[in-house]
C-alpha cells in the first residue's frame, strides 16, 4: 500500500465500480479481435518483407532464405505469442487486469527485499511502452498508406502528407472517447484478417511447397548457414510479433478464456496463412520484394486493400493510444507521475479514459516521428527494441509472481521461464543491432519517462520524510487539544493528509492562525492498494482517537478513480454521523522551493518541483465538492 498524497494531482467523474454487462465469449472474442490484435495484425503488411529484405539484400532471395525467414517468423508467434503469452502470462492476472503495472504490483505482494527491484521494473517496463505507443500509429499508418505506391507511383510524393493528416485526425477525435468506434472495431478487423487468410490461400495453392516451412528446422538451418546476419534477420522478424504486449495489457478489459479463443481461432491461423501466402508469392515472382501484401491482391482489389490496411492500422494504433492513457492513469494512482486531468468517456466502462496531455503529447511524438523517418522501412528501425524491452521485463516479473506469489519450486520457475528469456534476449541483442538506425528513437522517449517517474518517485519520498520532521505525531495533539480545547465551533472538519500517524499542516496552520477548533475532526488519508479494486466492504477503515478526533482511512485499487463524497457515505452505515454541507475540507497547498541538501542534485529538484506545478488540482481529483474547500498554502524546501 501507498499513501496518496492530496496536496499535487485531477479527473471528471468516473464511473466507480461499473456493472459491466455479461456478454458471450464469442462477443467479447470478437471485440478483442479489434481492440487486442490490430497491432500484430497489421504486421503482415511490412514485417515478412523486411526480413526477406535483411536476408538477401538487394538480391532476389533464394527459395532457402524465403523458406528459412518464414520458419522463423511462424515459430516466433508460435514461442512468443501462442506458449508464453497465451498459456503463462494471461494466468498471472492481478484481480482480472493485466499489464506491466498490474504484474508489478502482484509481484510486490511478495517480493520482500526484492520490492525495490520489482519497483524498478514496474517503471523500466512503463517507460518502454510509452516508446512503443510512440512508434505503433507511425509506422503502422504510414505502412498501409504506402499501399497507394502500388496503386500508382504518382502517389509517393503525397504519402507522408496523408498519413500525418490521419494521425491528426485519429488524435482529434480522442476526447469524444472509444465506446461507439468500438462497436465497429470487431467486424473490420475481422474482415481484414478473413481478407489476409483468402489472400494467402490463394497463393499458396499456387505454390505449396512453400508450406514446407513449418518446419522448424528450416528456421535452425537458415540461421546456422546466414550466422553472418543471423542477427539481422532475427530482428527484423521480430516485426511479426509487435503487438502481443497488448495481450496481457488488455486482459481487463475482455478476460483470458475469450482473448485466448480470439487469437487460436481467428488470429493466428489468418497471420499464419498470409505469412505462407506471401512467401509463395515472392517466390512465384522471381523473388522480387516490393510491397508484397499488396502486390498479391488482384488489380481491381488493391485499392480497396489499401482502404481496409488504412482502417486496421488506424484501429491497432487506438488500441495502443487508449493503452498509453491506461497505463497513465495507473502510473498516478501508483504516484509514478504527477496528478492528471482524467476523463472518463464512458459511464458504463470505466477503463475508457482520456487524459488531454497524454493525448497531445503522442500527437506531437507520433507526427515527428512520422516527419523525421518518412517511411514504414526507415522506422522498422526504431520499432522492436522496446517491445522486446518490455516482454523481457513481463517474463522477470512472471518468474517473481510464480516464485513468491504462486508459491511455485525456484527450480520449477526458473525452467519454464529460461526457454522464453532466451528467445526474449535473442530478440533484444537483434533488436540492439538497430539502435544507431532508429532505436535510439523510442530508447530516447523511455530514457526521458524513466527520468520524469524516477525523480517524482524520489522527490515524493524525500518531500515526505522531511514533512514529518517537522510535524507533531497526531496522537500526541489529539490528546493535548482534547484535554485543554480551545473554542469550538460547529460541524466537521476533515482534514487531507499523505500520513495519518501526522498532525497534517493545514490542521496547525488552522488552529494557529484561527484560535478554534471544530467539534468533530477527521483526519483522511486516501490510500492505494496494490490491487485493481478493492471491494466496498473493505473501502473504510475508522479509528475514534477521542471525542474530538477521528483517524479514517479510505482504500481505493489502483483501477478507480478516488472519490471521496461517495466513499464517506460508507462511513455513515459505520457510525459516523455528518452533514456533507456542514462539513469543510483543509487541504495543504505546498509552494516548494530547491533546498541546498535535497539528496537530489539541483537540476533534478528543479524537474521535480516544475512536475509538482504541473499536478493537477486535488479537490476535482478527489471529487470533493468545490464549495466546502478550504486551501492553506505552506512553503516547503526540498
Not at 366 to 380: D, E, I, M, T, Y
Not at 482 to 497: E, H, M, R, Y
Request: net charge neutral; charged share 10%.
Amino acid at each position: 500500500m501507498t499513501a496518496t498524497n492530496p496536496d499535487a494531482q485531477a479527473s471528471n467523474s468516473p464511473p466507480e465500480n461499473p456493472q459491466h454487462p455479461k456478454e458471450t465469449t464469442a462477443a467479447l472474442a470478437l471485440g478483442a479481435v479489434g481492440v487486442v490484435y490490430g497491432d500484430i495484425g497489421t504486421s503482415p503488411i511490412y514485417a515478412l518483407r523486411e526480413a526477406i529484405k535483411a536476408s538477401a539484400g538487394d538480391a532476389p532471395p533464394l527459395e532457402s532464405d524465403v523458406l528459412g525467414v518464414l520458419s522463423i517468423i511462424v515459430w516466433s508467434l508460435t514461442l512468443v505469442v501462442s506458449i508464453k503469452y497465451a498459456l503463462f502470462v494471461l494466468r498471472a492476472d492481478n484481480n482480472g487486469e493485466g499489464g506491466t503495472l498490474s504484474i508489478m504490483a502482484l509481484a510486490q505482494q511478495r517480493a520482500g527485499r526484492l520490492a525495490p527491484i520489482v519497483l524498478g521494473l514496474g517503471i523500466v517496463g512503463t517507460a518502454l511502452f510509452f516508446g512503443d505507443a510512440l512508434i505503433t500509429p507511425a509506422i503502422s499508418v504510414l505502412s498501409a498508406v504506402e499501399g497507394l505506391e502500388v496503386v500508382t507511383p504518382a502517389m509517393t510524393s503525397l504519402v507522408v502528407p496523408i498519413t500525418v493528416a490521419i494521425i491528426v485526425a485519429l488524435f482529434a477525435v480522442q476526447r469524444f472517447g472509444t465506446t461507439q468506434v468500438a462497436r465497429v472495431f470487431g467486424p473490420i478487423t475481422a474482415i481484414w484478417f478473413a481478407a489476409l487468410a483468402i489472400v494467402g490461400v490463394m497463393h499458396i495453392l499456387n505454390y505449396p511447397y512453400v508450406l514446407w516451412a513449418l518446419n522448424p528446422l528450416e528456421a535452425v538451418s537458415f540461421l546456422v548457414s546466414h550466422s553472418d546476419i543471423a542477427l539481422l534477420v532475427i530482428g527484423a522478424a521480430f516485426l511479426a510479433v509487435t503487438g502481443a504486449e497488448a495481450l496481457y495489457a488488455d486482459l481487463g478489459h475482455f478476460g483470458r478464456k475469450p482473448m485466448v479463443l480470439a487469437w487460436f481461432a481467428i488470429v493466428f491461423p489468418a497471420l499464419v496463412i498470409n505469412y505462407f501466402g506471401q512467401g509463395a508469392y515472392v517466390l512465384s515472382h522471381g523473388g522480387a520484394v516490393g510491397q508484397p501484401l499488396f502486390e498479391m491482391v488482384p488489380a481491381w482489389a488493391t485499392l480497396p486493400m489499401v482502404v481496409l490496411a488504412t482502417m486496421a492500422t488506424v484501429i491497432a494504433s487506438q488500441a495502443t493510444i487508449t493503452g498509453a492513457y491506461s497505463i497513465t492513469r495507473q502510473a498516478v494512482q501508483l504516484h509514478l507521475l504527477p496528478r492528471m486531468t482524467i476523463a472518463h468517456t464512458s459511464v458504463s466502462q470505466s477503463g475508457q479514459v482520456y487524459l488531454p496531455r497524454v493525448n497531445w503529447l503522442l500527437q506531437a511524438g507520433v507526427v515527428w516521428l512520422v516527419l523525421a523517418f518518412g517511411s514504414s522501412s526507415a522506422l522498422a528501425a526504431a520499432y522492436g527494441i522496446s517491445v522486446t524491452g518490455v516482454m523481457i521485463v513481463t517474463a522477470i516479473l512472471l518468474f517473481v509472481v510464480m516464485w513468491r506469489v504462486w508459491n511455485w519450486p525456484l527450480w520449477l520457475a526458473a525452467a519454464v521461464i529460461a526457454p522464453f528469456a532466451v528467445v526474449d534476449l535473442a530478440f533484444l541483442w537483434a533488436n540492439a543491432l538497430k539502435i544507431p538506425e532508429g532505436g535510439w528513437a523510442s530508447l530516447a522517449v523511455a530514457a526521458l519517462v524513466i527520468l520524469v517517474m524516477a525523480t517524482w518517485t524520489k522527490g515524493t519520498r524525500i518531500l515526505f520524510d522531511k514533512t514529518r520532521k517537522n510535524e507533531i505525531p497526531l496522537d500526541f495533539l489529539a490528546d493535548n487539544l482534547a484535554s485543554k480545547p480551545p473554542k469550538l465551533v460547529l460541524g466537521t472538519a476533515v482534514f487531507l493528509t499523505s500520513d495519518s500517524q501526522s498532525a497534517p499542516t493545514a490542521l496547525m496552520h488552522s488552529h494557529k492562525h484561527y484560535k478554534v477548533l471544530h467539534e468533530n475532526n477527521v483526519i483522511l488519508s486516501v490510500v492505494t492498494d496494490n490491487r485493481p479494486r478493492v471491494p466496498e466492504s473493505e473501502r473504510v477503515a475508522m479509528e475514534t482517537l477521542n471525542p474530538l478526533f477521528m483517524r479514517v482511512t479510505l482504500n481505493f485499487g489502483y483501477m478507480e478513480q478516488p472519490n471521496i463524497p461517495k466513499a464517506m457515505a460508507i462511513c455513515r452505515k459505520q457510525g459516523w454521523k455528518f452533514d456533507i454541507m456542514a462539513t469543510s475540507f483543509f487541504l495543504s497547498r505546498r509552494s516548494l522551493k530547491p533546498a541546498a541538501n535535497s539528496g537530489m542534485p539541483h537540476w533534478q529538484d528543479r524537474l521535480y518541483i516544475q512536475l509538482a506545478r504541473t499536478a493537477s488540482d486535488a479537490t476535482e481529483y478527489f471529487q470533493i465538492p468545490t464549495g466546502r474547500v478550504v486551501e492553506i498554502g505552506t512553503q516547503v524546501a526540498i
